[in-house]
């Protein structure tokens, strides 16, 4: 009778945490997504690659984005198109699976059912999925359910007894790290908070076994380890294998590569540090660097007006500072004058420049000719002494924002980036697509012109207007014109762009050189010449009007909305609750621990979750203070599953060691 009471609460639970599930997916089918086909270098970047690999052309045709990011998003868009689902749909499934993992791997630790489905239904609730950041097409919600697998795994290829479990947990864990590693280039966290899993388990043992026990595992330890690699292997080395026969170099992101970081980290050494903590390298550095390094001569001619572009697009990124780069955008702006230099004909080309523009700093600074800092070569930006208060404190404010699953107020996701035939691509491919009322958009034609140098085009940050398409080329015939004039020296563009003007007074501006830049209006646009502040001159040749149309939307989204709504604010409350019982439950452990040996390992999972936390809280604090304002739900959500399984494993000690109190009376 007992066992069959047990055989159907065991059943019950899990058809409830299938339930879950279900409705998870439910909930996930045809909610809409934010489509950004117009962020080349988030989004878009990932999206192309999706299409090049759906092509047959890989990642597409080499330049400086192709292998800057990690391949393994663009990788899933294509599989969920080749099976016939919305990209969206497959993330979904994968979150699904970890959770599914998780469930199983709690209830071998002893977590009770009804914690398990409370963690269920707290993780299919992660605010953070619901976001506008979690309904982009970009690698956080892969991340995450990745991270979380691998945590799973780590843990329970280092509990488990049974040889060839053992063996199997291992080989899952290196996949998932590699996994990983193909999605994005912070691998410090993963391999901070598996790191200390590790440690704890060993520690453990210690004390439990003794040493030399510990030390007659040595083989089951290295076997296990050895699959750890070997699973890692069949996730990059495939990657690698493809990247050295498409492009010539066997990585998966430039990122990564010991030349770009040499490089970087050169130039980042050079001057001061600069007072605002967020500049990298100063415009002075960098103006140094062009004059003294031979390597960087080539650059000379396209930096002024490339560091103009990204310069006014993040001009309030650094308050006092006009002009300057703020943190990684100065990479990305590197990147482009690189580019425009001819340097990224080949991947072998681009490494070799990099080499060379890293040894030649190097060389500068070691024999005087530069004014530099010790020598870095990495792409983090300095941190000194002075600055740890700073980041404790910032830091302290990420872990508030995660631990309360804090976000912005969930709302019906809406798209209105990019031309309608790009945005049908997206629903198709990557989820629902649901445009704001349609914005004015016009296409334009004509050129501009700079007393000396050939202009660009570009937004300045908080801009009215969005540039959906553009394209500039050489105007051999306004140089002609000006030349008739008497006007020698000129430099011109000729360009056709696609614009939305999303309010009113909407312009674009032209750039020249040394930051010098004039505001193009563009609010009901006609034919004729631009006025511009010297030393510009423009003309529009041909101003067309696009109509829009708005797109219908799911029947179901309202509901949607208000469950996803309601549950969400029911997960936060939960989870602080729990939050705050898993960390009496963890502090009070070691003193209780003689009565308790059976939550040893529940007390490592609550450890290593809450390192996975506070080590994101830690890398995102030092992006604050470093680089740009990073304390979101963007760079934050993927430690949000690690915040659920803490507060639900704590609180297994906690009511553990509540219930043998109770026995007691």
Same mark, same amino acid.
């Given at each position: 009778?007992?066992?069959?009471?047990?055989?159907?609460?065991?059943?019950?639970?899990?058809?409830?945490?299938?339930?879950?599930?279900?409705?998870?997916?439910?909930?996930?089918?045809?909610?809409?997504?934010?489509?950004?086909?117009?962020?080349?270098?988030?989004?878009?970047?990932?999206?192309?690659?999706?299409?090049?690999?759906?092509?047959?052309?890989?990642?597409?045709?080499?330049?400086?984005?192709?292998?800057?990011?990690?391949?393994?998003?663009?990788?899933?868009?294509?599989?969920?198109?080749?099976?016939?689902?919305?990209?969206?749909?497959?993330?979904?499934?994968?979150?699904?699976?970890?959770?599914?993992?998780?469930?199983?791997?709690?209830?071998?630790?002893?977590?009770?059912?009804?914690?398990?489905?409370?963690?269920?239904?707290?993780?299919?609730?992660?605010?953070?999925?619901?976001?506008?950041?979690?309904?982009?097409?970009?690698?956080?919600?892969?991340?995450?359910?990745?991270?979380?697998?691998?945590?799973?795994?780590?843990?329970?290829?280092?509990?488990?007894?049974?040889?060839?479990?053992?063996?199997?947990?291992?080989?899952?864990?290196?996949?998932?790290?590699?996994?990983?590693?193909?999605?994005?280039?912070?691998?410090?966290?993963?391999?901070?908070?598996?790191?200390?899993?590790?440690?704890?388990?060993?520690?453990?043992?210690?004390?439990?076994?003794?040493?030399?026990?510990?030390?007659?595992?040595?083989?089951?330890?290295?076997?296990?380890?050895?699959?750890?690699?070997?699973?890692?292997?069949?996730?990059?080395?495939?990657?690698?294998?493809?990247?050295?026969?498409?492009?010539?170099?066997?990585?998966?992101?430039?990122?990564?590569?010991?030349?770009?970081?040499?490089?970087?980290?050169?130039?980042?050494?050079?001057?001061?540090?600069?007072?605002?903590?967020?500049?990298?390298?100063?415009?002075?550095?960098?103006?140094?660097?062009?004059?003294?390094?031979?390597?960087?001569?080539?650059?000379?001619?396209?930096?002024?007006?490339?560091?103009?572009?990204?310069?006014?697009?993040?001009?309030?990124?650094?308050?006092?500072?006009?002009?300057?780069?703020?943190?990684?955008?100065?990479?990305?702006?590197?990147?482009?004058?690189?580019?425009?230099?001819?340097?990224?004909?080949?991947?072998?080309?681009?490494?070799?420049?990099?080499?060379?523009?890293?040894?030649?700093?190097?060389?500068?600074?070691?024999?005087?000719?530069?004014?530099?800092?010790?020598?870095?070569?990495?792409?983090?930006?300095?941190?000194?002494?002075?600055?740890? @208060?700073?980041?404790?404190?910032?830091?302290?404010?990420?872990?508030?924002?995660?631990?309360?699953?804090?976000?912005?107020?969930?709302?019906? @996701?809406?798209?209105?980036?990019?031309?309608?035939?790009?945005?049908?691509?997206?629903?198709?491919?990557?989820?629902?697509?649901?445009?704001?009322?349609?914005?004015?958009?016009?296409?334009?034609?004509?050129?501009?012109?700079?007393?000396?140098?050939?202009?660009?085009?570009?937004?300045?940050?908080?801009?009215?207007?969005?540039?959906?398409?553009?394209?500039?080329?050489?105007?051999?015939?306004?140089?002609?014109?000006?030349?008739?004039?008497?006007?020698?020296?000129?430099?011109?563009?000729?360009?056709?762009?696609?614009?939305?003007?999303?309010?009113?007074?909407?312009?674009?501006?032209?750039?020249?050189?040394?930051?010098?830049?004039?505001?193009?209006?563009?609010?009901?646009?006609?034919?004729?010449?631009?006025?511009?502040?010297?030393?510009?001159?423009?003309?529009?040749?041909?101003?067309?009007?696009?109509?829009?149309?708005?797109?219908?939307?799911?029947?179901?989204?309202?509901?949607?909305?208000?469950?996803?709504?309601?549950?969400?604010?029911?997960?936060?409350?939960?989870?602080?609750?729990?939050?705050?019982?898993?960390?009496?439950?963890?502090?009070?452990? @070691?003193?209780?621990?003689?009565?308790?040996?059976?939550?040893?390992?529940?007390?490592?999972?609550?450890?290593?979750?809450?390192?996975?936390?506070?080590?994101?809280?830690?890398?995102?604090?030092?992006?604050?203070?470093?680089?740009?304002?990073?304390?979101?739900?963007?760079?934050?959500?993927?430690?949000?599953?690690?915040?659920?399984?803490?507060?639900?494993?704590?609180?297994?000690?906690?009511?553990?060691?509540?219930?043998?109190?109770?026995?007691?009376?």
């Amino acid at each position: 009778m007992v066992k069959f009471l047990y055989s159907e609460t065991n059943l019950l639970f899990k058809l409830a945490v299938l339930a879950v599930i279900i409705f998870f997916l439910f909930i996930s089918s045809n909610y809409p997504i934010i489509a950004f086909p117009s962020r080349v270098h988030d989004d878009a970047l990932f999206f192309r690659g999706l299409e090049s690999i759906m092509q047959g052309a890989w990642l597409g045709q080499f330049d400086n984005l192709t292998l800057a990011k990690g391949p393994l998003l663009s990788i899933l868009g294509a599989v969920s198109s080749i099976i016939g689902i919305q990209e969206k749909m497959l993330e979904a499934f994968l979150y699904s699976a970890m959770i599914l993992l998780f469930a199983w791997s709690a209830r071998r630790l002893g977590v009770t059912r009804s914690l398990v489905l409370i963690a269920v239904f707290c993780l299919v609730a992660n605010p953070y999925l619901w976001s506008g950041a979690g309904r982009r097409y970009v690698r956080e919600t892969v991340y995450a359910s990745l991270a979380m697998g691998f945590f799973v795994m780590t843990l329970l290829t280092i509990m488990e007894e049974q040889k060839k479990e053992g063996v199997f947990f291992a080989l899952a864990a290196g996949v998932l790290s590699g996994g990983l590693f193909l999605t994005r280039e912070e691998d410090v966290w993963w391999i901070s908070f598996s790191s200390v899993i590790v440690l704890l388990a060993l520690l453990r043992n210690l004390f439990v076994f003794g040493l030399v026990t510990v030390l007659s595992k040595w083989k089951t330890l290295a076997i296990r380890l050895s699959f750890v690699v070997l699973g890692s292997g069949l996730s990059i080395g495939p990657v690698l294998i493809i990247n050295y026969f498409h492009y010539g170099i066997p990585i998966v992101s430039e990122f990564r590569s010991p030349e770009f970081k040499q490089a970087v980290g050169a130039l980042m050494r050079v001057g001061h540090i600069h007072p605002s903590g967020f500049v990298p390298v100063s415009r002075s550095a960098m103006a140094e660097v062009l004059a003294s390094v031979e390597a960087a001569f080539s650059l000379r001619a396209h930096w002024p007006r490339i560091a103009a572009v990204w310069g006014g697009d993040l001009r309030f990124a650094v308050p006092g500072y006009e002009g300057e780069l703020a943190g990684g955008w100065f990479v990305w702006a590197l990147r482009d004058a690189v580019a425009a230099a001819g340097h990224y004909r080949s991947a072998p080309s681009a490494r070799d420049f990099y080499s060379a523009l890293g040894a030649g700093i190097n060389a500068a600074c070691d024999e005087g000719k530069l004014l530099c800092r010790a020598r870095r070569d990495t792409l983090a930006p300095e941190l000194t002494k002075q600055r740890i @208060p700073e980041l404790i404190t910032a830091s302290w404010r990420a872990l508030l924002f995660t631990v309360t699953l804090s976000s912005l107020p969930i709302t019906a @996701p809406r798209s209105d980036d990019g031309e309608p035939s790009k945005l049908d691509r997206w629903n198709q491919v990557i989820g629902p697509v649901v445009k704001n009322s349609p914005p004015t958009s016009y296409s334009l034609s004509g050129w501009l012109a700079h007393q000396k140098v050939a202009p660009a085009i570009g937004l300045v940050r908080d801009s009215k207007a969005r540039i959906n398409w553009l394209e500039c080329y050489p105007a051999p015939d306004v140089l002609s014109h000006f030349d008739m004039l008497g006007i020698r020296g000129v430099g011109a563009t000729r360009f056709n762009l696609k614009v939305d003007c999303l309010r009113s007074g909407c312009a674009i501006t032209a750039f020249g050189s040394d930051g010098d830049q004039s505001v193009i209006k563009i609010a009901n646009p006609t034919p004729g010449s631009l006025l511009l502040a010297p030393p510009f001159w423009g003309y529009l040749d041909v101003v067309t009007p696009i109509a829009r149309q708005s797109s219908t939307f799911n029947a179901l989204e309202n509901f949607k909305v208000n469950i996803v709504s309601f549950s969400v604010n029911g997960a936060r409350l939960i989870v602080l609750f729990l939050c705050a019982l898993s960390t009496v439950g963890v502090l009070i452990y @070691p003193f209780i621990r003689k009565n308790q040996k059976q939550c040893d390992w529940i007390f490592i999972a609550a450890l290593g979750s809450a390192a996975a936390v506070v080590g994101r809280c830690l890398i995102i604090g030092y992006i604050e203070i470093s680089s740009w304002h990073a304390i979101n739900e963007d760079y934050l959500g993927p430690a949000y599953p690690f915040v659920i399984v803490y507060a639900i494993v704590g609180t297994t000690i906690f009511l553990n060691f509540i219930s043998k109190i109770l026995k007691k009376y």
